[in-house]
T-cell receptor, first 118, second 110 residues
Framework: GAVVSQHPSRVICKSGTSVKIECRSLDFQATTMFWYRQFPKQSLMLMATSNEGSKATYEQGVEKDKFLINHASLTLSTLTVTSAHPEDSSFYIC??????????????FGDGTRLSIL | TQLLEQSPQFLSIQEGENLTVYCNSSSVFSSLQWYRQEPGEGPVLLVTVVTGGEVKKLKRLTFQFGDARKDSSLHITAAQPGDTGLYLCAGTTSYGKLTFGQGTILTVHP
């Protein structure tokens, strides 16, 4: 089955630092990757859609300069939380999907990254 | 914006009981997925339903997609403690994005 690897699984860092999270599709090429944020006992909220070779599309209310997304290859997308603050602490999850933007292929999720900003 | 209303948000039952989780929308989805998520992990896909009126079974889990492709249900028969987790429905929009319901936290007590 399709496997998505997300790294690191947990990050604890000081306020003001930048944190990079990687999302890799291990056995398929992912034209599109998605980044979600999840608060405890709540559902997933889509932050942005990452398309290989083009700029990410951000959902309303998500600061693109705060959450930098790079999708340089068909198997890797990165999310960088710049100048992180305690309110950025959350569970970040990526997903990857084969096919074009309008594809109906299922999304396969990584195991998430628990980000804690002190 | 296509919204999915998922209910109930919390469900606490005894082992052996049956339960149903509902997802409803005023919008039509091209497909609908059900996921199960454990704490500290990503969601794991249980099923995808595509055709209106479709029914899929996965052991003790039965998934149904409404005729108009606006709603779906998940029914679990004879729940077990291992079924405990967060269940999420998600509809695929015309732009290929997933719209998630609010989630249902299921606790099955032995």
């Amino acid at each position: 089955g399709a496997v998505v690897s997300q790294h690191p699984s947990r990050v604890i860092c000081k306020s003001g630092t930048s944190v990079k999270i990687e999302c890799r599709s291990l056995d398929f090429q992912a034209t599109t990757m998605f980044w979600y944020r999840q608060f405890p006992k709540q559902s997933l909220m889509l932050m942005a859609t990452s398309n290989e070779g083009s700029k990410a599309t951000y959902e309303q209310g998500v600061e693109k300069d705060k959450f930098l997304i790079n999708h340089a290859s068909l198997t890797l997308s990165t999310l960088t939380v710049t100048s992180a603050h305690p309110e950025d602490s959350s569970f970040y999850i990526c997903s990857a999907r084969e096919g074009t933007v309008h594809s109906n292929q299922p999304q396969h999720f990584g195991d998430g990254t628990r980000l804690s900003i002190l | 914006t296509q919204l999915l209303e998922q209910s109930p948000q919390f469900l606490s039952i005894q082992e052996g009981e049956n339960l149903t989780v509902y997802c409803n929308s005023s919008s039509v989805f091209s497909s609908l997925q059900w996921y199960r998520q454990e704490p500290g992990e990503g969601p794991v896909l249980l099923v995808t339903v595509v055709t209106g009126g479709e029914v899929k079974k996965l052991k003790r889990l039965t998934f149904q997609f409404g005729d108009a492709r606006k709603d779906s249900s998940l029914h679990i028969t004879a729940a077990q403690p291992g079924d405990t987790g967060l269940y999420l429905c998600a509809g695929t929009t015309s732009y290929g994005k997933l719209t998630f319901g609010q989630g249902t936290i299921l606790t099955v007590h032995p």
